[in-house]
Structures are given as structure tokens and as C-alpha cells.
């Protein structure tokens, strides 16, 4: 949908400092960059970015790309969605054709949720700034909250008007489908009532007489004030909805939040952090909060680097989002039991993840929302700079410190040891140990004691953990396969005639050997010849060779390995292998073609990945010292490399006979045909390693 020319110019633009620096924080590694790569459980930056290549590699998970490619596997977007998230933060202008309906269908429906999501934000929004009830309902409301304009703006907040119906009307009558309205959740089903007997999804009456209801899609939140979820990368994940003040009295359930989706899962996701995450870099720190109004109160009091779990325990994914922006959080609730209980839940995890955790907990009758309305910005900055403390001495003085029950006070200090125990800084957990002992007057090699306890259980479980992951893994292996061998095909009348190859045909008596199962795996030979290609794929290694009809042409790394694998009817065994050296061929002679940048920003994704990874990994990070291999040694690497990879196969041949003759038994003519066969093997096995054993002069 987007033209070639404009996708050209987006690329051209594209950064990837600038776009990796979007979503980890980075820190110059001498002619590179390198952070905590956003993929897997990092807490040694392993994330290397390489302005040079304009790629991004983790050495690690091997996860990764160009620009485009990054933010298709992070965001988990397509490839247009990812041009498009580069066309605007490049302030490129994308022109497309209006999408036709047989076009409008074949959009993946993860798009279209958020296409959906898109329209319902700005919607609501508007029905705010212009619909009488909207201004009169829901806008006083956010007035009467002390919430300015410029924030509402900032935050998109919306109202949902009273109908049933009206949100569903609208977006069926601007092209929506009704499917990806019950899909992200903004409606639900129900079979048509009449509207003042209707039910809000928390039981309370909606108290409209607008008459019976159209259809049977009723909106989730109407009558409510509307907080848009924006994930990481601003896009429209889910809605809170918040029952107007004048009607929470016996409401069990204030808030109405969107189910989980393809598009959203609560436990991943963090209010604010799209309008928090420059903040927090800048501050190095994040102020966490439980509640919507908590971060808006916040935002408006000036302190922007903050953002709310929602009333739940914070999970292992929000807190690997956390950390790449910042390794240090203060908890922010307020005092009663209620804030409490929040400031205790997850802390552990935050601990064993390198996380720095500090504790503020407001006075009796505060929540962040009304204490931040009630002061000003430099009385709140002064506020938590004096009073929060390191998570360690918060729980300590809750749970031990004049605490007289003996029982009691030794469960709180084992609990307290525990916590101690999961920090992965070894200098940080014995400072904290040390403190803790002093602070309940304790030998400290008792509470070590302790600590190693549980630092030996959590080895333990940790240990039988990947016993039983080796376990899982070996009943899912299968044993490596040959490369799959086709049939022999005629060579083209004008095949060139290469001088001096060091190959020679391969014996017909070689078949392929039948996989135990459908899964394949690629000898190391083959991925380091797939790496040529790669990298070197364009370049020509034999200039002038003749063809039978007297001819010349010149043979490039990738044209020379796919012409001296086809003689014999070998192919790579996987696809994506034989996808790369097909298309390495194909564009062979086109005008400005680099087979490692046209890999590497290719559209799939699994191209992309593969050849950035074998793009990168000669670069270290931080990239001062790089030894590259001489160029005029390429022509030389890859003879070797598709003779190694002819003797993979070769001794992968042998094994398969000698596995053969062990279960033959006494049948004399099956022996003398396989030991035939094993000696035939075996002496063009030893010729291929003499060649390999001596230099090449071709």
C-alpha cells in the first residue's frame, strides 16, 4: 500500500540509535551502543546497536534488525505498520490508495484492533470536547478532579455517553466491523433489552430511556469517564472506564477495564508509560503508583516520570519493561493498610531483577492523587526526596522493629533475609545484610547463615528446573539430519566451466537418509556458507570463466555456490537457507544490490533476523579492536566451505552405513553391498580431506 519510492526514503531515514533509543536506554560502547536488550531477562547489557550497519544484535537471544525489523519484533507490528511508525516519528509524509473492502478483510486482525482502538480514543475524546452531555457530564467531571485542559489533552481522556448503543452505532456506521468491536472489548453481546432496564457490566442501571436498544452490542462503558492504555509505543491497547463520581455510591466495581485481548494483556502493560518513558530516562527513576489519577495528578504537578500498575501485583513482564529505562523505583502509595499491602506485593521480583527500591508511603487520608493537588511541585519533590527510604529499612521498621512476639519478629526477619537473598549484587545484598544486623541488633553471621539458606534452595529449585527444561528439550530433539539432496539435474547448455574446482561429483550411490523427524537442523558448515552469502553474496569471485557454448561470464559468492551444489542435486536443508541463496542469485546484476543490506532490512522477519545475526556477530561490543578477514581470502573461504560442506555430508553418509551394517545381521549380500558402499564413501571422503588439508591455488 505504501509506494516503493517513499518505502525507499523511509528507510533512508531510519536510524536505529534513534529508534532503539525509543524503548532502551542506551550508553555509547566505543564506535557502538549497548543496553539491556528488550527481548529476554537481561541484566548484563548484551543489546549492541551498531550505527555504522544501522542494525541491532543481541548476543544473547540473537534477536534483532534494521529499524523496521526491531520494531516488528518488539512492538509486534507487520512490516507497513513499522514503516509507518518510522514514517511519523520522521515527519515523512506516506500517501495511500483508500483501502478497498476486499483489502479492508485481508488486514491482519491484530491491526485492525488497533485501527479500531484508534477511532474509539478519538471518539471518545471528542464526544468530551463537543457533545452537550460530554461537556456537561464528563468534562465537569475531570474539572471537578482539579484536571486541567493541556492534560486532558495530553492523556486523550474521553467520555462514553449514556446510550447503549452509541459507540457501537458510530464505529459500525464509519466502516467498523462489529467483530473487532467485541474483540478488544469496547462492546459486548446481549440480546436486545429495553435500554431502562439495561445493566452496566458492573450491575448498575444505566437510568437512559432512550427506548429499546438496536442491536445486541451493547458498549462496555457507557456513562463513564475514559482513560486510553497506551502501550510503550503510543499505540491504543485497551480503556479504563470510571463511573462518574455522583454514582460510585454502592457500586461494587468503579473502574471497568478492557478484557485481555490479542492486542492486551494487563499483566504486561503499564498506565503512563508511553508519556513517562523520556522522563524516566532523563530522571533515571520511576515513581510507581496504583491508580489512573495518581499519574495524571502527578503529571500535572510536574513530576512526569511515573506510571500505575492498577491496583495489581506488578508481574515479571512490566518489570523487564521497567528496567530498561531505569534500574531505580520508588513506590509511591498511600498509608493505610491498603497502601501497604501494595508496597509489599512484588517487591521480590523487583529485588532479584536489579531493580533499586525505595518506599514512600503518604499520610493517613492521601493518595498520590489528592496529596499532589494539595502541594506544589517543589513541595512534592521536597516531600519524597525527605522522606522515601530503601524498600530494606521500609520493611523493617513494618514488620520488626517494636515487635515483641518472638514468633512474629522471627518470621518478619526471615522474610527480610529472603528478600536480601534474591539480590543478584553480591556487594549490594552483604551491605544490606550488614545494615539489617546492626538496625535489630543481631549477629550478622547469623542472619548469613540464613541468607545462604536460601540462596542454596533457590540454586537448588533453580538447578532442578533446568534439569527438567534439558528434559523437556531432549524428548522434543531429534537427531541431525543430512542436507536434503534432490535429484540430479541436467546442467543448462551454457553452464560454465569453472577452472580448478577443488570438488569433485559426488557418487550417485549417495541418497539422502530419511529424517526421524519433520524438523530439520543445519550443519554449522552450512550456516557459515549462508553467512558468505550474507555478507559477500554479490561479490565476484571467478571473472571470465567460459561457458560450454564459448561464452564468458563472471560468478559472484552466491551464483558460485548455488551452480557447484545444483552439479550434484544438493540443496541447503532448511528453507529459509534456500530462500536466502535464491535470492541472493536472483538479484544477482541488479543496480546497487548488497545482498547484507537487502538481507538484513528485508521484510521477513526471519531473514531479517537470521542475516543481521550473521551480519553482526563479528563485532564485539564495542567495536574497537575488529579484525576482518582479507578480502582477497574470500574466493579461497568459500571453496573450502563447500568442500567442508560435501565432506559433512559425506561423513554423515558413512555413520548412517555403519549404523546399517550393525543391523543387518547375517545377511551376507545386504554386508557386501553396504561395506561396497562404506569403501567408496570413504575414499571420496579421503580425497575431499587431502584437498582440505592443503592450500588451494585456483
Not at 51 to 71: D, E, S
Not at 541 to 569: N, P, W
Amino acid at each position: 500500500m505504501i509506494d516503493r519510492a517513499t518505502v525507499d526514503k523511509i528507510l533512508d531515514a531510519a536510524r536505529i540509535v534513534d529508534v532503539v533509543g525509543e524503548f532502551v536506554t542506551l550508553r555509547k560502547s566505543g564506535v557502538n551502543y549497548k543496553g539491556l536488550c528488550p527481548f529476554h531477562d537481561d541484566r548484563n547489557p548484551s543489546f549492541m546497536v551498531s550505527p555504522a550497519k544501522n542494525i541491532c544484535h543481541c548476543f544473547v537471544c540473537g534477536k534483532g534488525g534494521t529499524p523496521a525489523g526491531f520494531l516488528m519484533e518488539h512492538e509486534q507490528i507487520t512490516y507497513p505498520e513499522a514503516l509507518r511508525w518510522l514514517a511519523r516519528k520522521y515527519n515523512i509524509e506516506v500517501v495511500e490508495k483508500e483501502l478497498t473492502d476486499e483489502e479492508r478483510t485481508q488486514q491482519s486482525e491484530r491491526e485492525s484492533m488497533f485501527i479500531v482502538n484508534e477511532w474509539a480514543k478519538d471518539w471518545f475524546h471528542q464526544i468530551l470536547k463537543t457533545d452537550p452531555d460530554g461537556v456537561a457530564i464528563g468534562r465537569q467531571y475531570f474539572r471537578s478532579r482539579g484536571i486541567r485542559d493541556d492534560i486532558i489533552e495530553k492523556f486523550q481522556l474521553g467520555y462514553a455517553p449514556q446510550r447503549r448503543d452509541a459507540l457501537s452505532q458510530a464505529a459500525q456506521k464509519a466502516g467498523y466491523k462489529a467483530e473487532f468491536l467485541l474483540k478488544t472489548g469496547l462492546c459486548y453481546e446481549k440480546s436486545p433489552i429495553p435500554s431502562n432496564e439495561g445493566e452496566a457490566p458492573d450491575g448498575q442501571s444505566t437510568g437512559t430511556q432512550s427506548g429499546k436498544a438496536a442491536g445486541t452490542y451493547v458498549d462496555r462503558y457507557r456513562g463513564r469517564a475514559i482513560f486510553p492504555w497506551l502501550n510503550v509505543s503510543g499505540k491504543v491497547v485497551a480503556f479504563g472506564g470510571r463511573v462518574l463520581d455522583s454514582r460510585t455510591k454502592g457500586v461494587a466495581q468503579k473502574y471497568v477495564n478492557s478484557p485481555d485481548s490479542e492486542i492486551y494483556h494487563k499483566e504486561r502493560e503499564l498506565y503512563g508509560i508511553y508519556q513517562a518513558k523520556k522522563a524516566i530516562v532523563k530522571e533515571d527513576r520511576v515513581f510507581m503508583v496504583e491508580g489512573y489519577t495518581d499519574v495524571i495528578a502527578m503529571h500535572q504537578a510536574g513530576i512526569e516520570n511515573v506510571v500505575a500498575n492498577s491496583g495489581t501485583a506488578l508481574s515479571i513482564h512490566q518489570i523487564h519493561m521497567l528496567h530498561r529505562f531505569t534500574s531505580n523505583i520508588t513506590l509511591l502509595y498511600d498509608g493505610d493498610e491498603a497502601g501497604i499491602h501494595a508496597a509489599m506485593r512484588g517487591t521480590d521480583m523487583l529485588l532479584a531483577d536489579g531493580m533499586n527500591i525505595k518506599v514512600l508511603l503518604l499520610p493517613d487520608g492521601d493518595d498520590p492523587d489528592s496529596f499532589a493537588r494539595k502541594h506544589s511541585t517543589e513541595e512534592l519533590k521536597r516531600y519524597i526526596d525527605e522522606n522515601q527510604t530503601d524498600f530494606i529499612t521500609f520493611k523493617s521498621r513494618l514488620t520488626v522493629e517494636n515487635v515483641s512476639d518472638p514468633v512474629k519478629r522471627s518470621e518478619a526477619i526471615g522474610g527480610i533475609v529472603k528478600s536480601i537473598s534474591v539480590i543478584p549484587d553480591q556487594i549490594l545484598r552483604s551491605t544490606y545484610l550488614t545494615d539489617f544486623a546492626l538496625r535489630i541488633g543481631m549477629k550478622e553471621q547469623t542472619l548469613i547463615a540464613e541468607m545462604n539458606k536460601y540462596i542454596r534452595a533457590s540454586i537448588e529449585e533453580k538447578k532442578k528446573e533446568r534439569e527438567r527444561e534439558e528434559r523437556r528439550q531432549e524428548d522434543a530433539a531429534t537427531p541431525q539430519a543430512t542436507p536434503s539432496v534432490a535429484s540430479p539435474q541436467p546442467a543448462a547448455s551454457a553452464a560454465p566451466a569453472v577452472p580448478a574446482t577443488p570438488t569433485a561429483p559426488m557418487s550417485a550411490e549417495l541418497e539422502p537418509l530419511a529424517l526421524h523427524s519433520p524438523k530439520e537442523q543445519a550443519s554449522q558448515v552450512e550456516l557459515l556458507l549462508v553467512r558468505e552469502i550474507v555478507r559477500h553474496g554479490e561479490e565476484i569471485i571467478f571473472d571470465d570463466v567460459e561457458t560450454d557454448d564459448g561464452g564468458k561470464v563472471s560468478l559472484s559468492v552466491a551464483q558460485y555456490i548455488d551452480f557447484d551444489l545444483s552439479q550434484d542435486g544438493l540443496q541447503f536443508t532448511l528453507p529459509l537457507h534456500r530462500q536466502i541463496l535464491a535470492e541472493a542469485v536472483a538479484h544477482q546484476g541488479q543496480p546497487g544490490f548488497k545482498a547484507e543490506t537487502y538481507f538484513c532490512a528485508h521484510p521477513d522477519m526471519e531473514v531479517s533476523h537470521l542475516a543481521t545475526r550473521l551480519a553482526i556477530d563479528r563485532h564485539q561490543l564495542g567495536g574497537r579492536f575488529v579484525i576482518e578477514p582479507r578480502e582477497d581470502s574470500l574466493r579461497q573461504r568459500v571453496l573450502h566451505l563447500v568442500m567442508d560442506y560435501r565432506l559433512d555430508i559425506i561423513e554423515t553418509r558413512l555413520k548412517a552405513i555403519q549404523v546399517q551394517l550393525r543391523q543387518v545381521g547375517n545377511d551376507l549380500e545386504q554386508n557386501m553391498k553396504l561395506l561396497k558402499e562404506h569403501k567408496e564413501t570413504k575414499e571420496l571422503r579421503d580425497a575431499l580431506a587431502k584437498r582440505l588439508g592443503s592450500d588451494l591455488i585456483v
